[in-house]
């Protein structure tokens, strides 16, 4: 079975930073896409950034650019999303999520079949 296990959410001041991690279990595909989506109340899912493994190919969603940045430690199966400069509009709950590839929609979240339960991050002014 793939599980996947966000951590690192929390409550924070506008400007302030956060890491959140994910850790991957039972995929087996040697490289994948590993992304973060976000879900703010009364709002759609929607795509923050993604990595594919295999070539470290990287997307951002244009609202997080420069602010946000995604790694992956193989090792570790482990996915990382490093947030800088946090505004009250990130205010969601954060999910991760594998598939195979990134192309094809990275941002889709119909594209994933895999999801982990989602870590809350909270931003105040």
């Known amino acids: 079975q793939v599980h996947l296990v966000e951590s690192g959410g929390g409550s924070v001041e506008t400007g302030g930073s956060l890491r959140l991690s994910c850790v991957v279990s039972g995929y087996i595909a040697s490289s994948k896409c590993m992304a973060w989506f976000r879900q703010a109340p009364g709002k759609e899912r929607e795509g923050v950034a993604a990595d594919y493994t295999g070539d470290g190919w990287i997307a951002y969603a244009d609202s997080v650019k420069g602010r946000f940045t995604i790694s992956t430690d193989n090792a570790k199966n482990t996915v990382y999303l490093q947030m800088n400069s946090l505004k009250p509009e990130d205010t969601a709950m954060y999910f991760c999520?594998?598939?195979?590839?990134?192309?094809?929609?990275?941002?889709?979240?119909?594209?994933?079949?895999?999801w982990g339960q989602g870590t809350q991050v909270t931003v105040s002014s």
């Open positions: 999520a594998v598939r195979d590839v990134c192309v094809g929609g990275w941002a889709r979240p119909a594209a994933y079949l895999y």
